[in-house]
């Protein structure tokens, strides 16, 4: 009779461990396919880089057109936007261009940028040295910022065969609110140029 009851407790201890493992692979989830979506690209999020191209990577002959998107989720009072919509890039050049955020309620307000590339198979070809996506971003009321973006495109775009027909890429923003924010005791994180 012994026999039947451990065999009820390895069970229970098996069957335990896999609820927990689940568990544990349910919060890991969306931490683990965001950093798998920068490395690879994959989904249109652009890969992150710490150190520009080197100027062996650039190709004068070939440039693209990068589009620039901006939205605001209604959660948050501000106004956003690229300084310019579209401009061309060379392939492997380091290219910077600056978005203007403009906090239009009477509070401190903190927000965070979420971005893609589109269409998507760009994503691994664009990739970001600085951006202010990186960090929250805090205006206070009715203050405006200029934030930048470096980044360059990878020449590779060019030769990959599932790629050789994008002629545009689209750098698509959107900012909302940060959660549970006290706005008025937090330091300032946003960089003035």
């Known amino acids: 009779m012994r026999k039947p009851r451990n065999k009820n ?14 568990v544990g692979l349910a919060f890991a989830a969306v931490p683990l396919y965001q950093l798998f979506c920068q490395v ?8 992150i880089f710490a150190a520009a191209p080197t100027a062996s990577m650039a190709t004068p002959a070939r440039e693209i057109t990068v589009r620039f998107d901006a939205n605001v989720n209604a959660g948050l009072p501000w106004r956003f936007q690229p300084e310019r919509r579209t401009i061309r890039v060379r392939a492997g050049t380091p290219t910077e261009i600056n978005y ?27 990739s970001k040295i600085e951006c202010f996506c990186f960090t929250e971003q805090r205006l206070k009321a009715g203050e405006e ?30 900012f909302f609110r940060a959660p549970n924010r006290n706005e008025d005791s937090d330091k300032k994180v946003v960089s003035r140029r």
């Open 40 to 47: 690879t690209g994959f989904g249109g999020t652009p890969k």
């Open 145 to 174: 910022a200029v934030m930048g973006v470096q980044f360059f495109v990878d020449p590779a775009i060019f030769t990959d065969p599932n790629t050789q027909d994008v002629n545009e890429i689209t750098l698509s923003y959107t």
């Open 100 to 126: 203007r955020a403009g906090n239009l309620s009477d509070q401190t307000t903190t927000g965070n940028a979420t971005y893609n590339v589109t269409p998507f198979k760009a994503g691994e070809y664009f």
């Open 9 to 22: 407790k390895k069970t229970a201890i098996v069957l335990f461990s896999a609820a927990a493992g689940m």
